[in-house]
């Protein structure tokens, strides 16, 4: 689905003056060195370097960058995408894809959680389940290149002034 993105590409950067586009822009850097640090101890428990230890550690920052999520994605799908959707549709290109990338995310957040929380696992196992975080990292890493240099600067040239200010206000509220 990721390709639905490719007819949007050659458009030029726009600077983004919308007080709520540049919040959600800003959000992203924290959430990548998240996830940086995610991906770190995946790879770590791929080459055998205490792989219970870093497990463990994953657990726990996988849960700490959920929490950081899942309001930046409140943001985008509860006020973003549907403000972006009455000029685009939702159903199919831009917005579908970025909600596609949103769910698959999750999902392999949600899967590793699930199976991390269960009995203990052979180290084969763990690194098993790891792989849902480094699907994740690779899904969010392309995700939020997407959304910086294509849709965050489609919505400042789409919405209305009276748009971003309600959408600044509205993501205000998701906490």
Do not use: W
């Not at 458009?11 to 822009?25: C, F, I, T, V, Y």
């Not at 995700?143 to 509205?170: I, T």
């Amino acid at each position: 689905m990721s390709s639905c993105m490719s007819g949007f590409g050659g458009m030029p950067s726009a600077e983004l003056k919308s007080k709520g586009l540049r919040q959600l822009k800003e959000e992203h850097p924290p959430l990548r060195s998240q996830m940086e640090g995610l991906f770190s101890l995946t790879q770590k428990i791929d080459k055998d370097i205490d792989i219970e230890v870093n497990f463990q550690e994953l657990i726990t920052k996988v849960k700490e960058f959920q929490a950081a999520l899942d309001p930046h994605s409140e943001r985008e799908e509860g006020v973003l995408f549907p403000m972006m959707g009455t000029y685009i549709g939702t159903t199919s290109g831009p917005i579908a894809v970025m909600e596609y990338e949103h769910d698959q995310a999750k999902a392999h957040i949600k899967s590793f959680l699930e199976q991390a929380a269960g009995s203990p696992a052979s180290p084969d196992e763990l690194k098993k389940l790891a792989g849902y975080i480094q699907n994740a990292y690779f899904i969010l890493t392309e995700h939020f290149n997407k959304e910086e240099n294509v849709l965050f600067p489609m919505a400042e040239r789409m919405l209305s002034d009276e748009e971003k200010e309600e959408l600044y206000q509205r993501i205000q509220e998701i906490k």
